[in-house]
């Protein structure tokens, strides 16, 4: 059974600093692409960043330069580095995963349940 549990939310000052975690289980990272996604409040979800099976990674022109995808193999763990953080990156953060190259379509197969990013 795949899951993907998600830690590191939490409130933080604008130009503040967060690092999101992803631990998953029943499988390995080395073999899925992953991605960060996000919903603001009475926004849809966007995809924020991706980083495929061969480690390249993509990012939302919204958060280029500020945040950063990465994942540990050994630890089956994805990790968002997020920088410079402004109000309107609020939003409840999503891990996913997939066998197939998603990009930031929605359909990942494995999300995971979220976690609480505040930026005051």
């Known amino acids: 059974h795949v899951q993907l549990v998600e830690s590191g939310g939490g409130s933080v000052q604008a130009g503040g600093s967060l690092k999101l975690s992803c631990a998953s289980s029943?499988?390995?990272?080395?073999?899925?692409?992953t991605g960060w996604f996000r919903q603001a409040p009475g926004k849809e979800r966007e995809g924020i960043a991706v980083i495929d099976r061969n480690g390249v990674t993509t990012y939302a022109d919204s958060v280029n330069g500020r945040f950063t995808i990465s994942k540990d193999n050994a630890k089956n763990t994805l990790y968002l580095q997020m920088n410079s953080l402004k109000p309107e990156d609020t939003a409840i953060y999503y891990c996913?995963?997939?066998?197939?190259?998603?990009?930031?379509?929605?359909?990942?197969?494995?999300w995971g349940q979220g976690t609480q990013v505040t930026v005051s």
């Open positions: 029943g499988w390995t990272y080395a073999m899925y692409c």
């Open positions: 996913a995963a997939d066998i197939r190259p998603l990009g930031f379509r929605q359909t990942y197969g494995y």
